[in-house]
Structures are given as C-alpha cells and as structure tokens.
C-alpha cells in the first residue's frame, strides 16, 4: 500500500537558521506530489507542488522542494526561516490506484524561535 | 479564491448521539473529501465523492456515513458518536481535472468532541 513517511514531528528552529523536511513515499508509479502548511488558527492551504518537468519547485514564501525519484523523496527547504514559518506541514503523494487518492504524512510541527 | 466552509468550528456531543458534519464549497468542484486529523497521525480519508450520490470508502469509514445531494454539499454522518471519534475533520475539494484536479482545498476544520 502507498504510504508517505515525514521524518520529523517536532522541529525547533531559530530565525534565520535553514530548514530541511524530509518526506519519503512508497510507490512505484507515476505520482504527483505536494507539500501542504497549515498555519495556528488557518486552513490547510497548498504549499508547492510537483506534477512534471524540473524536479526543483518553488512555492509561496521562499519554500522550494526537490523530486529525486530515485530515492523517492520530496524533501522541502528554506534557506532561512521566519518566526512567521512556524506552522504544522504536511507532505502529500497523489497516484493513481484504481483511483485519484491522495496520501498524507502524519505532519512535521515547525516552531521558529523569535 | 476556492471558499470551502464547514458549519461549525467547534461541537461537543455525547456517546450515542448522531452527529452530523456539513461541508459546502463554493468552486463547482466534482470532488469532495472527509479527513480526521489526529497529533501523529496526519489526515486520514474516511470517505470521498466524485459526483453527486457518488461516495467511495477512504481508509477508516467504519463508523461514519456520509451524503451527497448536491454538487456543493458534502455531510458526514457519525450514526452513533463514541469517545474515539473525538477529533479534528476536515473537509476538502477539487475538481476533476487530471492535473489540477488533485489539488485539494481545505475548510477550517471541526473540532469534534465526543464526551
């Protein structure tokens, strides 16, 4: 069965520092991938996403991502976070099995020290 | 903008009530989805829609029962509420389309408490 592993649940940063989150998905097969944030008090909202084409994506606020399908992992970054950037995030993978469903890690909590 | 809105924000109920989620968008979205979403355990689909009087089984329906009367409602339906369905609900669209169809919008949640 398809699964998405996130493999922190808890980070703490300070302002400034980079960020990396790691996610990793198992499925053989075509697939389309996103990174979702869900700031304190806000709806789950779509951070970037990976359909096709360069494997380096860019989102809102600085965010990028990168596809490796050899490691089948799509990692996303932040060269330097905000306090603003603490918020809950949520790796997804859409494939189709018999159907468009969309599998969602278990969230990274992102708190960003002022 | 996508506008996805879920009745209540908050709802405390008690074991053995029947308990109903409403969901409504506001996009023309063929797609509808109903996700929990526990600390560590991410979101969870209990049941999704494709069409009107369409639904399909998610992961973890047992428990939960839902309609589609309308292209732009989607209900759950907790037919008799215990302590472990205590949780946060999210509802979720998107349209149809290969590509942009599997973009999901989401509702603010309801948080749920089963007493």
């Known amino acids: 069965a398809q699964s998405v592993s996130q493999h922190n649940h808890h980070v703490i940063l300070s302002e400034a520092a980079s960020l990396e989150l790691g996610c990793n998905y198992s499925y053989g097969g075509t697939v389309n991938l996103f990174w979702y944030v869900q700031y304190p008090g806000q709806h789950l909202q779509l951070l970037l996403k990976y359909f096709s084409g360069d494997p380096l994506v860019k989102g809102i606020k600085g965010f990028e991502a990168e596809f490796i399908k050899s490691k089948f992992s799509f990692n996303l970054r932040k060269p330097s976070v905000q306090w603003s950037d603490t918020a809950e995030y949520f790796c997804?993978?859409?494939?189709?099995?018999?159907?468009?469903?969309?599998?969602f890690g278990a969230g990274t909590r992102l708190f960003v020290k002022a | 903008d996508v506008k996805v809105t879920q009745s209540s924000r908050y709802l405390v109920k008690r074991t053995g009530e029947k308990v109903f989620l409403e969901c409504v968008q506001d996009?023309?979205?063929?797609?509808m989805f109903w996700y929990r979403q526990d600390p560590g355990l991410g979101l969870r689909l209990i049941y999704f829609?494709?069409?009107?009087?369409?639904?399909e089984k998610g992961d973890i329906p047992e428990g939960y029962s839902v309609s589609r009367e309308k292209k732009e409602r989607f209900s759950l339906i907790l037919e008799s509420a215990s302590t472990n369905q205590t949780s946060m609900y999210l509802c979720?669209?998107?349209?149809?389309?290969?590509?942009?169809?599997?973009?999901?919008?989401f509702g603010a949640g309801t948080r749920l408490s089963v007493l």
């Open positions: 996009m023309d979205h063929e797609n």
């Open positions: 979720a669209s998107s349209d149809s389309g290969t590509v942009s169809g599997n973009i999901q919008y």
């Open positions: 829609s494709y069409d009107v009087k369409m639904k």
């Open positions: 997804a993978v859409n494939a189709y099995t018999g159907g468009f469903k969309t599998i």
